[in-house]
C-alpha cells in the first residue's frame, strides 16, 4: 500500500510546492516591481508641439506601502507636461494622506481627474473566482448586479479638496480647460462607469472647437462610454480599472478585464471604432491591488508616460 501512494504524495507536494512559490512571487516580488511604459500615440493636430502626459490608475493606496509611495514620487523627475489620474486611488479608508504624500511631488504639475468606485467605497473581500463567473454572465459591477448594500464609505472628499487646491482639473462628469504654454486643452470627463455614475448627457457634444485639442477622461472602460466617446470624435481616451487582468497567463494574456471591454484591449495602447470614427483608447494598467487580493502575475503595476505627436 505505502508503494501505490508514494508517487501522488510526491506530485501533491510539488505541486503545492509550485502554488506556494507562484504566490509569494506574485505579492512579493511582482506586485511591487514597478514599472513605467512609454507609449507614442499621433494625435495632436499638424504643427502642434509633442506634449507628453504621464497616466497614473488604480494606486490602490493601503497604509505601509512605503516602496510605492517612493516609486510614484519619483515619477516627477519625468517632468510631464501634465498628469492624467483615472482614479481607484484608495484601498484603504484611512489611506488619503498616504495617497496626498505619494502624489506631492506630482501635484505641481497641470492635472486632471476622476475617481473610481474604490475611491467612494472601501474594498470587500471577493472570491476572485467570481470574476470569471461575472464575465460569463456579462455581469460587471453594478452593471447587472444588485446594488451594494452596506458599503463602506471612504473619505474621498478630503483627497478632491487637496486635487482641487493643486489646480488639477475634477473631470466628475463635467468639461474643463487647461491653459498650457500657449495651448488651450480642453478635457471631458465621466464619473465610473462601473457603479453607474456616469453620465453622458451632461458632457455630449464632442471635442470643443476653439480647443487646440481635446481629451476623453473616464475610470472604467464600459463600452457605452468608449462608443460615445469615439462617436463623438475625440482622438484620445484614458481610463485604467482592469488592473491589466492582474493574474495573467504567460504567452496568453489576461482572462477577464472586469468590465465589458474584451482582453485584447486590457491594457496600453489600442483603438476604438465606433460611428464610423475611430479614437485611440489607453487603458492603464494601474499600479495597485485590492487590499484582499494583493497579488500580480504576468502584468506587473505601472504608469504610462504618453508621448502625444502630430497626427501623420
Not at 510526491?10 to 512559490?21: E, F, R
Not at 510631464?80 to 496626498?100: A, H, I, Q, R
Not at 454572465?137 to 473619505?155: C, E, T
Request: glycine fraction near 10%; hydrophobic fraction near 40%.
Amino acid at each position: 500500500m505505502r508503494a501505490r501512494y508514494e508517487v501522488p504524495l510526491k506530485v501533491t507536494a510539488g505541486l503545492a510546492a509550485v502554488g506556494a512559490a507562484g504566490v509569494a512571487y506574485a505579492a512579493g516580488f511582482e506586485a511591487r516591481s514597478f514599472r513605467l511604459r512609454r507609449v507614442t500615440v499621433p494625435v495632436l493636430p499638424a504643427g502642434m508641439r509633442p506634449l507628453r502626459v504621464l497616466q497614473i490608475s488604480d494606486i490602490h493606496m493601503v497604509g505601509g506601502q512605503r516602496k510605492k509611495r517612493a516609486w510614484l514620487q519619483s515619477l516627477a523627475g519625468l517632468r510631464p507636461d501634465f498628469v492624467v489620474n483615472t482614479g481607484d486611488n484608495l484601498s484603504d479608508t484611512e489611506g488619503v494622506p498616504e495617497v496626498l504624500d505619494a502624489l506631492g511631488p506630482l501635484m505641481d504639475f497641470p492635472g486632471a481627474y476622476v475617481f473610481g468606485s474604490n475611491d467612494y467605497y472601501g474594498p470587500r473581500l471577493r472570491n476572485p473566482g467570481r470574476y470569471l463567473i461575472e464575465k460569463v454572465q456579462g455581469r460587471h459591477g453594478l452593471n447587472g448586479n444588485k446594488p451594494v448594500v452596506g458599503a463602506v464609505h471612504n473619505p474621498w472628499e478630503g483627497m478632491r479638496d487637496a486635487f482641487d487646491a493643486a489646480g488639477w482639473l475634477d473631470l466628475t462628469n463635467t468639461r474643463a480647460r487647461m491653459k498650457l504654454n500657449g495651448l488651450e486643452l480642453a478635457f471631458t470627463g465621466l464619473d465610473d462607469p462601473h457603479i453607474k455614475r456616469d453620465r453622458y448627457e451632461r458632457v455630449a457634444g464632442g471635442p470643443e472647437a476653439d480647443a487646440d485639442f481635446s481629451l476623453a477622461v473616464v475610470h472604467a472602460p464600459y463600452l457605452r462610454v468608449l462608443e460615445a466617446f469615439t462617436a463623438d470624435r475625440y482622438p484620445l481616451i484614458l481610463a485604467g480599472h482592469t488592473h491589466g487582468g492582474q493574474l495573467c497567463v504567460p504567452f496568453y494574456g489576461a482572462l477577464v478585464t472586469n468590465c465589458d471591454l474584451d482582453t485584447k484591449r486590457v491594457k496600453g495602447l489600442s483603438t476604438y471604432e465606433a460611428g464610423g470614427h475611430r479614437s485611440y483608447l489607453h487603458v492603464s494598467a494601474g499600479c495597485g491591488t485590492n487590499r484582499y487580493t494583493p497579488v500580480r502575475f504576468a502584468c506587473p503595476p505601472e504608469a504610462t508616460l504618453l508621448t502625444l505627436t502630430p497626427k501623420a
